[in-house]
């Protein structure tokens, strides 16, 4: 652990990936603390520029509504649906993809046409579609972008999984008499985990932007403020008030930029003979 | 060759089925009774007049039956009608295509041929500042937000500078004809191409130089350079080519991704395309013509996946022969 860690930290993208991530959290954390009212209410006058009020440091929406706040609450969404969508993907992901692996022939064949109908599908659109029909709610919206992002998941799985199926210690473990399912959980799973954990910080990174652009479009859950659902309603005053759409943006961009920045600092850890390659 | 054109086509059609399928589950799944909507539209919603409808339509018969008459439908390019804007869907989708096919065609192209050269310079410039530069430039793009890039360049290069227009396919009132028409319809077209590209740009410059730098490890390249070829032919004939399989591939899948994208990018600039569409379905809850949309944009994600698999066979000289 020591030893991943300080490979980890060699990387300085990822350093700083890990330090932006640890304030989004914080400032997560801390919202309802720092900021007792709901950031849905009318706090002071409609757009009110940032830097001129100090209670207000990034100025109001619209509607009077306090954009540090909603930047504050949104931090929550962001890293709520990006964690648990991803989480989700994983759970339909990992099985789809052990299985098709372990078993081979016809199952595999099923599972991947299957995948790849996914694939072929249209992501964002798809989603969109989903969250419509099904009402836009934090549930929905984890939903769909888990239905839309588990496909790239079944295929590394199940990559990974052919490679150690014809290993001799899997062959040992079948000799000795093991179920298939223990087999799976006990000796192939654990080995494909550096691969899923790189992906899947990725992943979250994805999500964030999925969720964002939905809420952008007006997809968003009616009851949570998200930095999408800010920059969608600041679409249209946007030569009034820039600063509207600017911080929420700033946030989204900086949230995705740190969990890309980890991700490859967790591969150039996890796979140190890949990561010299090339470099 | 030809089998395997057949071959991909056939597959191509099972999966446009298994599209067709879904989407008349998502159809049935959407809110509200497609009879009692219609008949609300219609102005005159008493039980008499839904059951006729209901009749007419075919929506009193087994769901599997009603799966039959829609697919037969979608074959003969009838996607339902859209009681909001009072024309049928396919209708409404083909009169706004072009616009689309021209947006992401154009993003396509620039994030392909920026994409490509970026990744090409950094590769061979690898660890030195210029390297650094692009690659750094390229995680930004990757992380930033597609319609917030397209906000940003509003309000930098249309209301700031006032140098592209912002808004729309051409100017309106202008009745530009011939040439002046289509310079003008290029200049509101560079935004929003751009910043639908943006993000694409991004994947295709760390793949081209991951791709680059993997091809020249091998040993054809070593060889190359021990023949004393000059490094720019190397670079151009040895590597390049080989580094450009794997980008190939990739476009052709995430081609159709931009028309995802393009649901954002019209949106902002009030391109008057599917994607727009999309955005105003979505407002006025217009099931049928949301999933018109869907649909054609799904479909136009496998011709494209359809036409790269086969451009590759061409391009790709080992997987013909085998």
């Not at chain 1, 079948?174 to 910080?201: E, K, M, Y």
């Not at chain 2, 030195?128 to 430039?137: F, G, N, P, V, Y």
């Not at chain 2, 060889?223 to 450009?244: D, E």
Request: hydrophobic share 55%.
């Amino acid at each position: 652990m020591a030893d991943f860690w300080k490979r980890f930290c060699r990387n300085r993208g990822a350093v700083i990936g890990i330090t932006i991530l640890a304030v989004v959290v914080l400032v997560a954390v801390l919202a309802p603390l720092v900021f007792p009212q709901s950031p849905w209410r009318m706090v002071q006058r409609p757009f009110l520029p940032p830097f001129s009020m100090e209670q207000y440091p990034l100025g109001t929406d619209a509607l009077g509504r306090n954009v540090m706040s909603g930047l504050a609450y949104g931090a929550q969404v962001s890293l709520l649906v990006g964690l648990v969508s991803t989480v989700a993907a994983l759970l339909i992901g990992i099985p789809i993809g052990a299985l098709a692996g372990y078993f081979g022939g016809w199952i595999d064949d099923a599972l991947m046409r299957f995948t790849e109908f996914f694939q072929t599908v249209p992501s964002f659109a798809l989603a969109i579609v989903l969250v419509a029909i099904f009402e836009p709610s934090i549930q929905s919206i984890i939903a769909a972008i888990a239905i839309v992002s588990w496909p790239p998941v079944a295929r590394l799985v199940r990559g990974e999984v052919l490679s150690l199926r014809s290993r001799e210690y899997i062959e040992a473990a079948i000799l000795s008499g093991q179920t298939s399912a223990a087999i799976i959980l006990r000796q192939v799973l654990p080995n494909t985990l550096s691969p899923i954990i790189v992906l899947a910080s990725l992943m979250v990174a994805t999500a964030i932007l999925l969720e964002s652009s939905l809420s952008f479009l007006g997809l968003g859950d009616p009851n949570m403020m998200s930095w999408g659902y800010m920059i969608g309603a600041a679409r249209t005053v946007i030569r009034q008030a820039w600063w509207l759409s600017f911080f929420p943006g700033v946030a989204i961009l900086l949230t995705v930029l740190a969990l890309n920045l980890i991700g490859e600092g967790l591969n150039d850890a996890l796979n140190p003979r890949l990561a010299r390659r090339g470099k | 060759m030809l089998r395997f054109i057949l071959m991909r086509l056939g597959k191509a059609a099972v999966i446009l089925i298994a599209i067709m399928t879904l989407n008349f589950f998502l159809i049935h799944a959407a809110p509200g009774d497609p009879a009692a909507v219609m008949a609300g539209e219609a102005g005159a919603a008493d039980a008499k007049f839904i059951a006729q409808l209901r009749e007419q339509f075919g929506l009193d018969k087994p769901l599997l039956t009603q799966l039959g008459i829609y697919l037969k439908g979608v074959l003969q390019f009838d996607l339902g009608f859209s009681y909001r804007q009072q024309m049928p869907v396919a209708q409404l989708i083909l009169d706004r295509l072009p616009a689309t096919l021209l947006l992401t065609m154009t993003a396509f192209v620039i994030s392909l041929v920026l994409g490509t050269f970026a990744g090409v310079l950094a590769s061979a410039r690898v660890g030195k500042w210029s390297d650094t530069a692009i690659s750094s430039l390229a995680l930004l793009f990757y992380a930033t937000p597609l319609y917030w890039a397209a906000l940003m360049a509003v309000l930098v290069f249309s209301v700031y500078f006032n140098w592209l227009p912002g808004f729309g396919y051409e100017t309106v009132g202008a009745n530009h004809t011939g040439l002046a028409r289509l310079l003008d319809i290029g200049r509101h077209l560079i935004l929003p191409a751009t910043t639908l590209g943006l993000f694409f740009m991004a994947v295709y410059m760390r793949m081209t130089r991951a791709s680059m730098l993997e091809v020249s490890q091998l040993d054809f390249v070593k060889t190359a350079r021990a023949k004393g070829l000059k490094r720019s032919i190397i670079q151009r004939r040895h590597i390049f080519r080989n580094a450009m399989l794997p980008v190939v591939t990739l476009a052709g899948l995430q081609a159709g991704q931009l028309v995802g994208g393009a649901v954002l990018t019209e949106t902002v600039f009030a391109w008057p395309g599917i994607g727009r569409l999309m955005f105003e379905a979505l407002a006025q809850r217009d099931y049928n013509l949301l999933l018109g949309v869907f649909f054609v944009s799904a479909a136009m994600v496998l011709l494209f996946n359809l036409i790269t698999d086969i451009l590759y066979r061409f391009v790709d000289p080992r997987i013909r022969v085998a």
